[in-house]
C-alpha cells in the first residue's frame, strides 16, 4: 500500500505564499513521477505541476512563474511553493504520484496514486 498525505494548505489574502508538502510512503519500489493537480468549485481537476524523477518541472501555463515545484528524493516528498496567489487559485489541491510497487509475482508495477487533498483559499 502507499499513501500520499499533504500539508500546507489555508487561507491567504491574494498576493501571498503558501508552501504545499506532499510525502510518499509504503511498500514504494521507485517514484516515477509527482506532482499537484486542483479542482475548483464546478471545474474539472487540471495539472498544477509535475516533477518527474531527473527530469524537468513541468507546469501549468497559469501558474508558470509564479508556483515552483520541488523534491526530495530522500525523504520521498514533494513540495509546491505558491507565490503571488491570485483568487483563482482558490481550489483543492491533490498531490499525484506515478508510483511502482512489487506486486509478488507479477513484477514491478506502477500506478496511480492520489492524496486527500488540501484546500487553498485566496481572498481578495
Known amino acids: 500500500q502507499v499513501q500520499l498525505v499533504e500539508s500546507g494548505g489555508g487561507l491567504v489574502q491574494a498576493g501571498g505564499s503558501l508552501r504545499l508538502s506532499c510525502t510518499a510512503s509504503g511498500s514504494i519500489y521507485r517514484i516515477n513521477n509527482m506532482g499537484w493537480y486542483r479542482q475548483a468549485p464546478g471545474k474539472q481537476r487540471e495539472l498544477v505541476a509535475t516533477?518527474?524523477?531527473?527530469?524537468?518541472?513541468n507546469y501549468a501555463d497559469s501558474v508558470e512563474g509564479r508556483f515552483t515545484i520541488s523534491g526530495d528524493s530522500a525523504k520521498k516528498t514533494v513540495y509546491l511553493q505558491m507565490n503571488a496567489l491570485e483568487t483563482e487559485d482558490t481550489a483543492v489541491y491533490y498531490c499525484?504520484?506515478?508510483?511502482?510497487?512489487?506486486?509478488?509475482?507479477?513484477?514491478?508495477?506502477?500506478?496511480?496514486?492520489w492524496g486527500q487533498g488540501t484546500q487553498v483559499t485566496v481572498s481578495s
Open positions: 516533477l518527474t524523477t531527473g527530469g524537468a518541472p
Open positions: 499525484f504520484g506515478k508510483i511502482a510497487v512489487i506486486c509478488g509475482s507479477i513484477g514491478i508495477q506502477e500506478y496511480d496514486h
